[in-house]
């Protein structure tokens, strides 16, 4: 029978088990989530501590209101004694639950139960039985073989304490299953009547399959046949003897067991939980010695195999907290800080450029100006850092220069143009212009373009006379033509609103072949060079802002 029962329930864990992983998923709804800001869900006997805490003065969180919860159970009640027990008898259970942290919680918990139980092995021990009523078969007259039998109607009362197993998990928020112990005292009332008559005349167990050879189907089918289902007469018990209550036996009780819960929701879980019931009492089964002959007591225990749904109760309160990992806040604040009181980040930067030392690629002098990676500016490239360059923007024809940045000119005054096209004028002054880069599919300029546009501008203003010619490559399909427009736009529209260079002095030439698709050139304009200062967008539902 033991082993029918616990096969039986192991089947049921495996079914809800996997069940319960398959919903490991499921989002956490907003009835019952846990902010630990939250102070709706703290008791006013906390609030000085949640203050604390907001405060940043006290480290631990106010442990929030959380829900009751109900629940309702059935399943097979059964009593091991000395007569065997039938496995699948009804027994019916309410409970009211409440936890007081995250892994002990206390229920209350009503249970009845009506258990019942036939012996196939006959026995001739008529005359055992003391104190009570006595032994039913010699009340009755029986003198030959017999086949105990009871129907015992149990009820207890009992306050548990139950534990939760699986609670703090290191690897995952919330859990949808519960696992739990518990362990419990209470007290129980029962009564126990065997089935010994026929309406009001004794069985005749003669006829019943005797002998070596008589097996347990056989025995139990003749007294099936045999015996009806009235269960009329007292058992023995020892209320004259025992404390009773309405009539029945009042016995103190132990209670170990364990369950494991399902989460169905944030408000309703379904339970799958097997408790015994330990007595110091052997006539739960209605027989006070074991039916080998040899008087020994055998205390009884019961047992509930039982499948409950039970019910989260309350408003403005979390979730009941054995179904809150309590390691979420910290986490939380780990991962993302949101209440954490954070130190202002003070990064080191040596030389006092602006540049942090973690990407500062030279340590320069206080003072002197630098671009993005802290390298000392050369506007001019000349070789000489714009600090220490007194000429800053010395054209290339005038050098090299001399330490102090100031070039040398072939020729002190405008003769030495005589013959020179203004093209060539404005190549000399200009220089060779710089390429800006783009990565990716991206139209924005990093800091780098805005550094050599910065140099570019300078050159344009110590030359007014001079234009430029912005050219973008690639025109295979509309996404390259705009993506190339959007590039000479990013940079002419930086040159004009950030280093205040007129439009008129851009001419745009976007989507040419025989260049590189992420790199933008620049040159001078020939002094008869014609071009467009203004271009609308080819394929503007393609434009990119960044």
């Not at 091991?80 to 019916?92: C, R």
């Not at 019942?116 to 008529?126: A, C, I, M, R, V």
């Not at 736009?489 to 976007?510: C, H, L, P, T």
């Amino acid at each position: 029978m033991a082993s029918k029962k616990y096969s039986f329930l192991a089947g049921l864990l495996c079914l809800f088990t996997s069940y319960g992983f398959a919903q490991t998923t499921t989002t956490t709804g907003s009835i019952g989530a846990y902010d630990p800001a939250d102070s709706s869900v703290i008791p006013s006997r906390r609030m000085p501590q949640h203050t604390e805490f907001m405060n940043g003065t006290y480290n631990y969180p106010a442990k929030p209101k959380n829900m009751w919860e109900i629940g309702i159970k059935a399943g097979s009640f059964t009593v091991n004694g000395d007569v065997d027990g039938k496995f699948f008898s009804p027994g019916f259970g309410v409970h009211i639950r409440k936890a007081f942290g995250y892994l002990f919680s206390a229920r209350l918990e009503y249970v009845y139960g009506i258990a019942k139980g036939l012996s196939w092995q006959g026995s001739s021990q008529t005359s055992y039985g003391q104190g009570g009523t006595g032994n039913p078969w010699q009340r009755l007259g029986y003198t030959g073989t017999v086949y105990n039998n009871y129907k015992s109607k149990v009820q207890d009362l009992s306050l548990e304490g139950l534990f939760s197993l699986n609670n703090i998990m290191f690897h995952q928020s919330r859990p949808k299953v519960n696992v739990y112990a518990l362990v419990g005292v209470g007290a129980s009332i029962y009564d126990v009547k065997v089935n010994a008559l026929n309406g009001s005349t004794p069985y005749d167990f003669s006829g019943i399959p005797a002998g070596t050879y008589k097996t347990r189907k056989d025995v139990k089918d003749a007294l099936k046949n045999l015996m009806d289902d009235s269960y009329e007469t007292d058992a023995e018990n020892a209320k004259t003897r025992r404390p009773n209550l309405f009539g029945k036996t009042l016995r103190p009780v132990g209670q170990l067991g364990g369950g494991i819960a399902f989460k169905l929701n944030n408000r309703v879980n379904l339970a799958l939980e097997d408790r015994v019931s330990i007595t110091k009492d052997d006539l739960y089964d209605g027989v006070q010695w074991t039916e080998r002959g040899d008087f020994t007591r055998d205390f009884d225990t019961y047992n509930f195999l039982s499948l409950g749904l039970n019910f989260n109760i309350g408003s403005k309160s979390v979730e009941p907290l054995w179904w809150i990992n309590p390691l979420d806040y910290a986490y939380q604040e780990i991962r993302k800080p949101r209440l954490m009181i954070l130190p202002k980040p003070v990064l080191p930067d040596a030389d006092g450029d602006g540049i942090t030392d973690q990407f500062d690629q030279e340590q320069t002098p206080q003072g002197v100006p630098v671009d993005s990676h802290g390298v000392s500016l050369d506007t001019d490239g000349d070789g000489v850092p714009d600090a220490r360059d007194k000429e800053k923007i010395t054209p290339t024809y005038c050098q090299p220069v001399d330490a102090d940045g100031v070039g040398k000119c072939p020729c002190p005054d405008s003769t030495c143009f005589a013959g020179y096209t203004k093209t060539g004028a404005c190549e000399a002054a200009l220089g060779t212009l710089p390429s800006v880069t783009f990565s990716g599919n991206g139209v924005s300029l990093n800091n780098d373009a805005k550094a050599l546009l910065a140099s570019v501008a300078s050159r344009l203003r110590n030359s007014p006379e001079c234009k430029i010619v912005v050219t973008g490559y690639c025109a295979s399909s509309k996404s390259e033509q705009q993506r190339s427009w959007d590039r000479v736009n990013a940079v002419i529209s930086y040159m004009v609103e950030k280093e205040g260079i007129s439009q008129d002095r851009f001419f745009w030439n976007y989507g040419q072949e025989g260049g590189d698709c992420n790199t933008i050139d620049l040159r001078a304009a020939a002094s008869d060079e014609q071009g467009q200062t203004t271009v609308p967008a080819p394929h503007p539902n393609l434009r990119r802002s960044k």
